[in-house]
C-alpha cells in the first residue's frame, strides 16, 4: 500500500472508482448513455402541423357541411314542390272518365293521366301515390273525375273503387236473339259474343249492371245464371196439380204468359186461362205463337199484320194448330210471369181479350167470350189504323 495514498481512497483492499462522470466517446466526445438509459424509448413528440395543412382540413369540412346543408335544403324544397304540386289543382277543365283497365300499375296509369292531360306530371303523381301508400290501392273501373281535380283527388277516386256503373236492360217478353243484339251493341261491353246462342228463354229479363271493358261473354254467363237459378226457385215452389211435366213446359208457358200481357196484374188470371185450358185439352189459341213459329227469335217486323192465313199456317209453334203447349219458349218469361204460372190464380175462365183499355176482359163461356169480342171490334173499328191491341185467346170453333 502507497503511504502517500489516502486510507479514504482505499476500501477492503481495492482502489476506489473514480469520481462519477458522464462518460463520453473518446473519438467524438459525445456523452455515451449508460446502459438502463439506452433500453428506453426515445422521446418521440408528435411534430405540429403546419398552418397549410389545418387550413386544408378546415376547408374540406367547410365544404362537407356545405353540401350536406345544400343537400338537406334542396331535398326539402323538392318536397314541397312535389307535395304542392300532387295537391293543387289540376289541369283539365272539365269534368271526364278516365278508364283503369285490370292489373294497370301505378307507372303506367300516371302516363295514361298525363296523356290525357288529368295531371302536369306523371312522375310526381307516382311518387305521391307511393308516399301515402296506396300504391297496391289504386283499383280497376271507369271513374268520373272533376274539372280541375288535383293529383291527390284523383288518387283517391281511383282508390275508392266507386267507378262509373253501365247498365243494360233486357225487358221481359223479347226473345233471345232481341236481347242477343242488344249485348252484342252495347258500347261500355267489351270483346266478342259467345260462338253458340243459347236456347229460347234461357236469358234473364233483367238490368244488368257493370263496369266499362266488362266483357260480352261474363254478361252473356250471368244471364244464363241469373235466369236458371229463379226458374229452378220459382218451380220448386209451384202448385202440385199444374198440368205441366217438366221445367222445359213451364218456361214455355211462361213464355206465351209474357207475350199475351204487360199488366203485371193479370198476369195470374192469364195464366189461369191457359192451365184450365190444358186441363180441358183445349188448343192455346194464342197469337204470340203463330207470330213465333213464322218468324222466329227475330220477331214480326213492325209493319207486317197478321193475315187470317197465318192462323191456318201449321208451324210447330202454331197453338191454333197444335193440341198442348209448342216445344219450347217463344221468349225470355220474367219473374212475374213464371210466378203466375208456377201459382195462377183460380178460376174457370177459358177465355180473355182486349177490352181497350190496355188489359183483358175474361170469360167462363163461349157466349159472355162472343160478348167481349164484340165489344172489342167496336173499340177496334173506332182506333186510328195500326193502333190495334192483339185481340188474345181466340174463342173455339
Known amino acids: 500500500m502507497n503511504a502517500s495514498t489516502p486510507s479514504s481512497e482505499i ?12 462518460p ?48 338537406v335544403l334542396a331535398a326539402g324544397a323538392a318536397v314541397y314542390w312535389g307535395r304542392s304540386t300532387f295537391e293543387a289543382p289540376g289541369p283539365n277543365p272539365q269534368d271526364t272518365t278516365f278508364l283503369v283497365k285490370p292489373r294497370t300499375g301505378v307507372s303506367d296509369i300516371a302516363t295514361q293521366l298525363e296523356r290525357q292531360g288529368l295531371i302536369t306530371n306523371a312522375d310526381v303523381f307516382n311518387l305521391g301515390v307511393r308516399a301515402h301508400g296506396a300504391g297496391s290501392s289504386l283499383k280497376a273501373g271507369e271513374y268520373e273525375i272533376a274539372a280541375r281535380a288535383s293529383m291527390r283527388d284523383i288518387m283517391e277516386a281511383l282508390a275508392s273503387g266507386r267507378s262509373i256503373m253501365h247498365s243494360l236492360t233486357i225487358p221481359e217478353g223479347l226473345t233471345v236473339l232481341q236481347a242477343w243484339d242488344r249485348i252484342a251493341a252495347h258500347e261500355a261491353l267489351s270483346g266478342d259474343m259467345p260462338e253458340t246462342v ?6 234473364a229479363a233483367d238490368t244488368q249492371r257493370f263496369t266499362r271493358g266488362t266483357s260480352r261473354r261474363a254478361v252473356v254467363e250471368k244471364m244464363l245464371a241469373d235466369q236458371a237459378r229463379m226458374v229452378e226457385e220459382i218451380w220448386a215452389k209451384r202448385d202440385p196439380d199444374l198440368p205441366i211435366a217438366d221445367a222445359n213446359e213451364f ?19 192469364v ?21 213465333y213459329g213464322l218468324f222466329g227469335g227475330k220477331g214480326k217486323p213492325a209493319d207486317r199484320p197478321i193475315y187470317q192465313s197465318d192462323i191456318e199456317k201449321p208451324t210447330p209453334y202454331n197453338t191454333y194448330v197444335i193440341n198442348g203447349l209448342p216445344p219450347g219458349p217463344i ?61 188474345g185467346a181466340a174463342p173455339a170453333e
Not at 243459347?198 to 236469358?203: F, Q, R, V
Not at 192451365?275 to 205463337?289: A, I, Y
Open 11 to 22: 476500501e477492503f483492499g481495492r482502489r476506489a472508482a473514480p469520481p462519477a462522470a458522464d
Open 24 to 71: 463520453a466517446d473518446s473519438t467524438t466526445g459525445t456523452p455515451i448513455k449508460p446502459a438502463r438509459d439506452a433500453l428506453r424509448p426515445a422521446n418521440t413528440a408528435t411534430p405540429r402541423r403546419s398552418r397549410r395543412s389545418r387550413s386544408q382540413v378546415v376547408v374540406f369540412l367547410n365544404f362537407m357541411m356545405s353540401l350536406i346543408v345544400f343537400a
Open 198 to 203: 243459347p236456347p229460347e228463354g234461357s236469358l
Open 251 to 269: 218456361v214455355t208457358l211462361a213464355s206465351i204468359v209474357e207475350k199475351e200481357t204487360g199488366v203485371a196484374e193479370e198476369r195470374p188470371q
Open 331 to 391: 221468349a225470355n218469361p220474367g219473374r212475374a210471369a213464371l210466378e203466375a204460372v208456377a201459382n195462377p190464380a183460380e178460376t174457370d175462365y177459358l177465355y180473355f181479350v182486349a177490352d181497350g183499355s190496355g188489359g183483358h176482359a175474361f170469360a167462363s163461356s163461349l157466349e159472355e167470350h162472343n160478348r167481349n169480342v164484340a165489344k172489342w171490334r167496336t173499340i177496334e173499328a173506332a182506333q186510328p189504323a195500326g193502333s190495334g191491341e192483339d185481340g
Open 271 to 291: 195464366a189461369s186461362v191457359f192451365v184450365n185450358r190444358l186441363r180441358e185439352g183445349m188448343r192455346l189459341q194464342s197469337d204470340p205463337t203463330i207470330i
